[in-house]
């Protein structure tokens, strides 16, 4: 069974669907390993990994699987060059670059004939990935988790002014937490789809089994926007998210700093605690109502994703 776009031909996979690169969660081999053995891309998410532990997920990926696999670059980070450079030395079939433009990079990687995808959250940003020669970008709208980026555009604005700007490939992200999902955004020009909440709820995502609970136990209008005008994150309504928006209303740019700084997704996905930590995840977080593992989640998305697109074209007369 085959869901074929020019994403599937761009990367070798047999669907267009991609595992959202997560820091903690997908930072390590379990979660990328089962979505590529089942013909998604698995992304590792090399965010807040040792140079040694991004090595060993990259060698236990490859030694698991021939399918292709990603790994996942913030470029703003202190480790992105050395990420980078492991990343190249391994022969990584993919890179999927955020938080920062692929200018300094992309040249490199060319060379190795390693793909590029680029997170953009603005038609602009785009376009200027477009111009430094990137394969594929990534369109991440506000319903997502983790950083949606400042503008605050929703998926189906923003999909359609990407698909409208630019004639590379578009993934689209935020919000897509099922087959249908995946339809409407192949339908609105998309040529794949990103998920990282529905991946999260899955057993072997690498964070603790309380943030799954909390996230599993959300309706769609319990995530909020935490942090703009900084770097805006989407996360439970919890007490730090709570104290902090009220914070805002009246409280000093010090004092704002300060508590953004004093929270972490780590203190969440690591120490378990999902009321002063970072419990990042996207509104999608109210469409998903079970932890699956992370292969059955990839075959029930094709299998959805079939079906409203069969239903679709039944539209059609
Ligand atoms: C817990 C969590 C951590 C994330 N960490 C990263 C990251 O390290 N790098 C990145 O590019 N995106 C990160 N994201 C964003 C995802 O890759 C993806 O784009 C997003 O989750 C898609 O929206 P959805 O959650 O509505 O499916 C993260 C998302 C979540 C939920």
New binding site residues.
Partial sequence: MTLQTPLTRLLGTRYPIIQ??????SSNAALALAVSRAGGLG?I?A??MYPEALLAAIREVRAGTDAPYAV?I?LYNKRAQEHMDIALAEGVPVI?A??GGPQKHIGRAREAGVKWLQ?IASPEHAAKAEAAGVDAV?A?GL??????GPDEIGLQVLLRSVVRRVSVPVVA?????DGAGIAAALCLGAAGA?????F?LTPEAG?CDAYKDAVLAAGVADTTLVGRGRSPV?MLRNAFARDYLAAERGGDEATLETMFSGSS?KQA?FDGDVQGGKV?????AGLIDSLQPAGAVVEQLVAETRDALRRAALMVG
């Fill in positions: 959202g690169g997560m820091s903690w969660a992304v998410a965010g807040p996942n913030p999927i955020s938080q997170v990534i991440v319903e997502a988790g983790g950083h949606p992200a935020g919000g897509i937490a990103q998920l990282g909440t529905r999260l964070v989407r997704l996905a990042e995840a996207g509104q999608s």
